[in-house]
């Protein structure tokens, strides 16, 4: 098994996505909107609640901008692989449908010694417009594919953001429930890795049962941010990113944990019911 370093720096060919109203709303559901109070994001469920109009979880992004590449990264054991960190930043509040034009990069490939962390980015330009509308930043690591260096081969780690976790009482503590099913849901927005449906695929990656999608827990983060820190006003969060840190079995009781600046930047974390860290490292524009 091994990995293609010669991808990294070298654009992909741009790839048109599109998406539609359902499409959004989907998303919104997948990620938990509506299912502790169907009345409390009518915004992102409905789009024809009365003098309500239908707005786009940010954290959708990320899936605007996917679909860039196309080219194989390597072989190596599928059910091995977990998402590793996420950012995404939109430079206006995403359309309820629209089509945008993405190309993607690899920028680097660094050895973690139990595996490989592989940094991309992509970008999105509104058709359209001809304006850029999501830039997103991913890595994904590969457990059993390190060993092949002494440290990043080939380009550049994602840029390392200085965090640091308040000595102090967070503005907001929201708990933010997972229903045992939720993976089913939102496997439906395009993610069909088996490792969130299929047991026997997940024990192949040495997990009791398969997880919750890492972007599910991601939109979940940002549905709390929004309602605690924003009144619930969906185009105020224009940025969102950090890391993921462990699995969340679905059914699980989330707790996000934020931190307000004076100028709008948010530290968080988002914790499972036992206390473990999944989102560390959590920064977010507001």
Same mark, same amino acid.
């Given at each position: 098994?091994?990995?293609?370093?010669?991808?990294? @720096?070298?654009?992909?060919?741009?790839?048109?996505?599109?998406?539609?109203?359902?499409?959004?709303?989907?998303?919104?559901?997948?990620?938990?909107?509506?299912?502790?109070?169907?009345?409390? *994001?009518?915004?992102?469920?409905? *789009?024809?609640?009365?003098?309500?109009?239908?707005? =786009?979880?940010?954290?959708?992004?990320?899936?605007?901008?996917?679909? %860039?590449?196309? $080219?194989?990264?390597?072989?190596?054991?599928?059910?091995?692989? =977990?998402? @590793?960190?996420?950012? !995404?930043?939109?430079?206006?509040?995403?359309?309820? *449908?629209?089509?945008? *034009?993405?190309?993607?990069?690899? &920028?680097?490939?660094?050895?973690?010694?139990? @595996?490989?962390?592989?940094?991309?980015?992509?970008?999105?330009?509104? !058709?359209? &417009? #001809?304006?850029?509308?999501?830039?997103?930043?991913?890595?994904?690591?590969?457990?059993?594919?390190? %060993?092949?260096?002494?440290?990043?081969?080939? %380009?550049?780690?994602?840029?390392?953001?200085?965090?640091?976790?308040?000595?102090?009482?967070?503005?907001? !503590?929201a708990e933010m429930p997972t229903w045992?099913?939720?993976?089913?849901?939102?496997?439906?927005? %395009?993610?069909?890795?088996?490792?969130?449906?299929?047991?026997?695929?997940?024990?192949? #990656?040495?997990?009791?049962?398969?997880?919750?999608?890492?972007?599910?827990?991601?939109?979940?983060?940002? $549905?709390?941010?929004?309602? #605690?820190?924003?009144?619930?006003?969906?185009?105020?969060?224009?940025?969102?990113?950090?890391?993921?840190?462990?699995?969340?079995?679905?059914?699980?009781?989330?707790?996000?944990?934020?931190? $307000?600046?004076?100028?709008?930047?948010?530290?968080?974390?988002?914790?499972?019911?036992?206390?473990?860290?999944?989102?560390?490292? @959590?920064?977010?524009?507001?």
């Open positions: 098994m091994s990995l293609n370093h010669d991808l990294i @720096g070298v654009p992909s060919e741009a790839v048109r996505r599109s998406w539609t109203s359902k499409d959004t709303l989907l998303y919104a559901v997948g990620c938990g909107a509506g299912h502790d109070d169907p009345l409390a *994001e009518l915004s992102l469920t409905t *789009e024809n609640s009365h003098d309500i109009a239908q707005q =786009v979880l940010p954290t959708y992004g990320v899936l605007v901008a996917s679909g %860039g590449g196309g $080219r194989k990264l390597g072989d190596f054991n599928p059910a091995m692989l =977990v998402h @590793g960190g996420q950012e !995404v930043e939109l430079s206006r509040p995403l359309p309820v *449908e629209g089509e945008v *034009e993405v190309t993607s990069v690899i &920028t680097g490939i660094e050895d973690k010694r139990s @595996g490989a962390l592989i940094s991309s980015e992509s970008r999105a330009v509104d !058709v359209a &417009t #001809g304006e850029d509308l999501v830039l997103s930043r991913s890595q994904i690591f590969i457990r059993g594919e390190g %060993g092949f260096s002494d440290g990043t081969t080939g %380009g550049s780690p994602a840029p390392a953001h200085e965090w640091v976790l308040p000595e102090r009482e967070p503005d907001l !503590v045992p099913g939720q993976a089913l849901v939102y496997r439906l927005s %395009g993610d069909r890795n088996p490792l969130h449906s299929d047991p026997v695929f997940a024990a192949r #990656g040495n997990f009791e049962r398969p997880i919750l999608h890492g972007l599910c827990t991601y939109g979940i983060s940002a $549905r709390a941010l929004i309602s #605690g820190l924003a009144d619930g006003e969906v185009s105020a969060l224009t940025a969102i990113g950090g890391r993921f840190s462990a699995p969340v079995t679905p059914g699980d009781t989330l707790t996000v944990r934020a931190w $307000r600046s004076d100028d709008g930047d948010v530290t968080f974390q988002t914790l499972r019911s036992d206390g473990t860290v999944c989102f560390d490292r @959590g920064t977010a524009r507001v």
